[in-house]
């Protein structure tokens, strides 16, 4: 009997350790979706060129500004504007997904020539500022303006010069 007794309580040992294996041995699963939403694509075109007008250059230094804020031009120092021609600011069309963000990215300054001789175009601003947000159509007008630098009896000339203006989803 001692013995049956030692076996039956191996046994309901044996039967007390399969169980707390299994117990342990559970599990649960969950599932999740995975979502991706592709928006268009922005883009940038370029409507209208920065033009600075027509400029009688004398014997000092001076600058030409084209604000695109209050569409603008305005001179300080050894310059002339002329009214034959009264400049304006360059103006992009930018589409994408409506009401997102983005950044403005304009240069720091770039080089306009005619033949040989050249001026300096720097301080570029936007009406925008450097961020801003497409309307409930995915659309955006931006106005770019900058400082004309006109050296001392700037020889006469037609000045061409081409810079970059990037926009970039945030």
Same mark, same amino acid.
């Given at each position: 009997m001692k013995r049956l007794n030692v076996i039956l309580i191996g046994l309901l040992m044996v039967i007390s350790?399969?169980?707390?294996?299994?117990?342990?041995?559970?599990?649960?699963?969950?599932?999740?979706?995975?979502?991706?939403?592709?928006?268009?694509?922005?883009?940038?075109?370029?409507?209208?060129?920065?033009?600075?007008g027509d400029i009688?250059? @004398?014997? *000092?230094?001076? !600058?030409?500004? &084209?604000?695109?804020?209050?569409?603008?031009?305005?001179?300080? #120092?050894?310059v002339i504007l002329i009214a034959t021609n009264d400049g304006?600011?360059?103006?992009?069309?930018?589409? @994408?997904? *409506?009401?997102? !963000?983005?950044? &403005?990215?304009l240069p720091s300054s770039i080089i306009i020539s005619s #033949?040989?001789?050249?001026?300096?175009?720097n301080n570029f601003v936007s009406d925008l500022g450097l961020t801003s947000a497409l309307d409930a159509l995915g659309e955006a007008t931006l106005n770019v303006g900058a400082d004309l630098q006109v050296g001392i009896n700037q020889a006469p000339g037609l000045y061409t010069g081409t810079f970059d203006v990037t926009v970039a989803y945030n």
């Open positions: 350790v399969n169980q707390s294996v299994n117990a342990q041995t559970a599990s649960s699963t969950a599932s999740a979706t995975a979502t991706a939403n592709i928006v268009q694509p922005i883009t940038i075109n370029k409507l209208v060129d920065l033009d600075f009688a250059a @004398g014997p *000092a230094i001076g !600058t030409v500004t &084209i604000d695109p804020v209050t569409l603008t031009r305005s001179a300080v #120092g050894g304006h600011e360059a103006n992009f069309e930018i589409t @994408g997904q *409506a009401l997102a !963000t983005f950044s &403005i990215v #033949g040989s001789d050249d001026m300096t175009v």
